[in-house]
């Protein structure tokens, strides 16, 4: 069995990688986001995240339909001038005289072909999977933004995940595909994931480690009792923003790539966990990215032996453990 | 020695509406402080110019050069918000308090027994936060402003939601600490405890403060 999940990696290895950086990634803010008690925060980010994603389908689906049917539908191939011959010209004159070949396409194209190669890598550039990322991780870091200011701002998160939620099917609704990917991206698949995607979260995860090394006590100080660590002579409101928009960032693109049950669950889940039995928040940083990446490679080699979805088996492992974890921590305090 | 913070002619407020008016008032070092009031009377308002985070309006607010640095400013909140279920030991809240001072972690944890044993909690680093009762808490909280050495400590009611013994103990913990040479302004509504520990009360009425001596 494991054999066969270790010769599975070269086939999957950029699922299984993009996975546990994505875990390792999010799972350190998470703590942040326990111990701020804004939990359904990450959940109202991952959905203007995943707003984001279909605003950009959106947007690209619009841009190919506004552009002139010759434009849209005819390659960049035909539109390239051929190379031509000596005596070519005269060819081309005799041939059109005697009726055998029509006048070419190429010399009486009525724009020039700047505006044309402009037009044509805009319009692919609005249909690129980096647009997509780009646009939802734009919308997360907004949302987080918004909705992390300060403690108590229920309505609004709630106002904000309902719009994400909504507006994301609206968005995708007349996209090709649209739907498909909206049901995709809240189930959570990692299958497809790229070499960048993984290069992507290895440098979010290495970020996250670096931050809560550098930064970690601070952070924390401003959290839990922002108003004494501003008197301390601490920025506050410039760690709460880095926080926020590292949030955002995270989910923003990780929704691409894992959708958003496993993003959700990789920032909450293993912080959950190791607040069970963690005596100090200290061991808890020490803990989470064990349990976020410990359990997302366990969670894959399961979906590979039992063929399911590794995303959805990662989340239900983590939500496992959260559940026995819990009553274990409350019967050794008694 | 110069005094620590001057309010010379000083008008605090939101924007541009004014909550506190015509400010005259000097902290000298050694001082035991307590502002009295009611609640929306601007009490918290000097606080906050006092420790940077409000520009006034008009009018003068010196501070000690020493001051600036808020290294020696401690300062005490009325409570702590953060979620109870987070495990925070006693240790690591105090350690807490230290960030930003550049200490070794070995200097954090001696700092962290010596402000726990003034506070008389010694023994409980190991405690989570919120296993403490609601007194201890206020000490902790007393024992985390201490732990950064300062030269003023202002604590923001910090015996409001304490019965009427703990919040006793408090004022006579922070009396101590003001009889060996700690300046300390105290925001609080009991009059009685004020007057035993103060030796100079503020009232802040109508926008307004007005100043007196006490015996102590």
Same mark, same amino acid.
């Given at each position: 069995?494991?054999?066969?999940? @270790?010769?599975?990696?070269?086939?999957?290895?950029?699922?299984?990688?993009?996975?546990?950086?994505?875990?390792?990634?999010?799972?350190?803010?998470?703590?942040?986001?326990?111990?701020?008690?804004?939990?359904?925060?990450?959940?109202?980010?991952?959905?203007?995240?995943?707003?984001?994603?279909?605003?950009?389908?959106?947007?690209?689906?619009?841009?190919?339909?506004?552009?002139?049917?010759?434009?849209?539908?005819?390659?960049?191939?035909?539109?390239?001038?051929?190379?031509?011959?000596?005596?070519?010209?005269?060819?081309?004159?005799?041939?059109?005289?005697?009726?055998?070949?029509?006048?070419?396409?190429?010399?009486?194209?009525?724009?020039?072909?700047?505006?044309?190669?402009?037009?044509?890598?805009?319009? $692919?550039?609005?249909?690129?999977?980096?647009?997509?990322?780009?646009?939802?991780?734009?919308?997360?870091?907004?949302?987080?933004?918004?909705?992390?200011?300060?403690?108590?701002?229920?309505?609004?998160?709630?106002?904000?995940?309902?719009?994400?939620?909504?507006?994301?099917?609206?968005?995708?609704?007349?996209?090709?595909?649209?739907?498909?990917?909206?049901?995709? $991206?809240?189930?959570?698949?990692?299958?497809?994931?790229?070499?960048?995607?993984?290069?992507?979260?290895?440098?979010?995860?290495?970020?996250?480690?670096?931050?809560?090394?550098?930064?970690?006590?601070?952070? $924390?100080?401003?959290?839990?009792?922002?108003?004494?660590?501003?008197?301390?002579?601490?920025?506050?409101?410039?760690?709460?923003?880095?926080?926020?928009?590292?949030?955002?960032?995270?989910?923003?693109?990780?929704?691409?790539?894992?959708?958003?049950?496993?993003?959700?669950?990789?920032?909450?889940?293993?912080?959950?966990?190791?607040?069970?039995?963690?005596? =100090?928040?200290?061991?808890?940083?020490?803990?989470?990215?064990?349990?976020?990446?410990?359990?997302?490679?366990?969670?894959?080699?399961?979906?590979?032996?039992?063929?399911?979805?590794?995303?959805?088996?990662?989340?239900?492992?983590?939500?496992?453990?959260?559940?026995?974890?819990?009553?274990?921590?409350?019967? /050794?305090?008694? | 020695?110069?005094?620590?913070?001057?309010?010379?002619?000083?008008?605090?407020?939101?924007?541009?509406?004014? @909550?506190?008016?015509?400010?005259?008032?000097?902290?000298?070092?050694?001082?035991?402080?307590?502002?009295?009031?009611?609640?929306?009377?601007? /009490?918290?308002?000097?606080?906050?110019?006092?420790?940077?985070?409000? /520009?006034?309006?008009?009018?003068?607010?010196?501070?000690?050069?020493?001051?600036?640095?808020?290294?020696?400013?401690?300062?005490?909140?009325?409570?702590?918000?953060?979620?109870?279920?987070?495990?925070?030991?006693?240790?690591?809240?105090?350690?807490?308090?230290?960030?930003?001072?550049? %200490?070794?972690?070995?200097?954090?944890?001696?700092?962290?027994?010596?402000?726990?044993?003034?506070?008389?909690?010694?023994?409980?680093?190991?405690?989570?936060?919120?296993?403490?009762?609601?007194?201890?808490?206020?000490?902790? %909280?007393?024992?985390?402003?201490?732990?950064?050495?300062?030269?003023?400590?202002?604590?923001? =009611?910090?015996?409001?939601?304490?019965?009427?013994?703990?919040?006793?103990?408090?004022?006579?913990?922070? /009396?101590?600490?003001?009889?060996?040479?700690?300046?300390?302004?105290?925001?609080?509504?009991?009059?009685?405890?004020?007057?035993? @520990?103060?030796?100079?009360?503020?009232?802040?009425?109508?926008?307004?403060?007005?100043?007196?001596?006490?015996?102590?």
């Amino acid at each position: 069995m494991l054999s066969d999940f @270790v010769a599975s990696w070269e086939i999957f290895y950029t699922s299984y990688l993009a996975g546990l950086f994505i875990a390792l990634a999010l799972s350190l803010p998470g703590i942040i986001v326990i111990a701020r008690d804004q939990i359904f925060i990450g959940a109202a980010t991952a959905q203007a995240s995943m707003l984001g994603v279909t605003l950009a389908m959106f947007i690209g689906g619009a841009a190919v339909a506004s552009l002139p049917q010759t434009w849209a539908t005819q390659p960049i191939v035909e539109r390239k001038a051929e190379p031509r011959l000596e005596g070519d010209d005269a060819l081309d004159a005799f041939m059109r005289e005697e009726g055998i070949r029509e006048e070419p396409k190429v010399h009486t194209h009525p724009r020039p072909l700047e505006a044309y190669y402009w037009h044509e890598r805009l319009r $692919l550039a609005l249909n690129t999977d980096g647009f997509r990322s780009l646009l939802g991780a734009s919308m997360a870091v907004l949302a987080a933004l918004l909705t992390a200011r300060r403690r108590g701002q229920e309505a609004l998160t709630g106002w904000v995940f309902l719009v994400g939620a909504s507006g994301s099917v609206l968005a995708a609704s007349h996209s090709a595909h649209g739907l498909e990917e909206v049901h995709r $991206l809240v189930s959570s698949s990692l299958i497809g994931a790229t070499d960048l995607d993984v290069a992507t979260f290895a440098a979010l995860a290495a970020g996250s480690v670096m931050a809560t090394l550098a930064l970690g006590r601070r952070l $924390l100080f401003a959290t839990i009792d922002p108003w004494t660590a501003q008197a301390a002579g601490l920025r506050v409101g410039l760690l709460a923003a880095l926080i926020n928009v590292w949030l955002g960032l995270g989910l923003g693109l990780a929704i691409k790539t894992s959708g958003m049950l496993f993003s959700f669950g990789a920032l909450v889940l293993p912080a959950l966990i190791a607040r069970t039995f963690c005596r =100090e928040v200290r061991q808890m940083a020490l803990w989470v990215p064990l349990i976020a990446a410990g359990g997302a490679l366990v969670a894959f080699f399961l979906a590979h032996a039992l063929n399911y979805p590794p995303g959805q088996v990662a989340v239900a492992l983590w939500c496992l453990l959260l559940a026995l974890a819990a009553p274990a921590s409350r019967l /050794k305090a008694r | 020695m110069g005094a620590l913070i001057q309010a010379q002619d000083l008008t605090l407020g939101y924007g541009s509406t004014p @909550v506190l008016q015509g400010v005259n008032l000097t902290v000298e070092p050694g001082q035991f402080w307590c502002w009295l009031g009611e609640n929306g009377a601007g /009490k918290s308002t000097l606080v906050k110019a006092i420790i940077g985070q409000l /520009k006034p309006i008009s009018g003068r607010l010196t501070r000690d050069p020493a001051l600036a640095s808020p290294r020696c400013l401690g300062f005490v909140p009325q409570r702590c918000e953060f979620s109870e279920s987070l495990p925070v030991s006693v240790r690591e809240f105090i350690d807490l308090g230290l960030a930003g001072l550049g %200490l070794a972690r070995a200097q954090r944890g001696e700092r962290v027994r010596q402000a726990l044993a003034e506070v008389a909690l010694d023994g409980l680093e190991r405690r989570d936060f919120w296993s403490l009762s609601g007194g201890q808490r206020q000490r902790v %909280l007393v024992a985390r402003a201490l732990a950064r050495k300062p030269r003023l400590l202002i604590a923001d =009611e910090p015996a409001a939601n304490l019965d009427p013994e703990a919040a006793c103990s408090l004022l006579d913990l922070l /009396k101590a600490r003001q009889l060996a040479s700690l300046t300390v302004i105290l925001v609080t509504h009991d009059v009685e405890g004020a007057r035993r @520990v103060a030796t100079h009360l503020a009232r802040f009425e109508r926008g307004s403060v007005s100043v007196e001596a006490t015996p102590c």
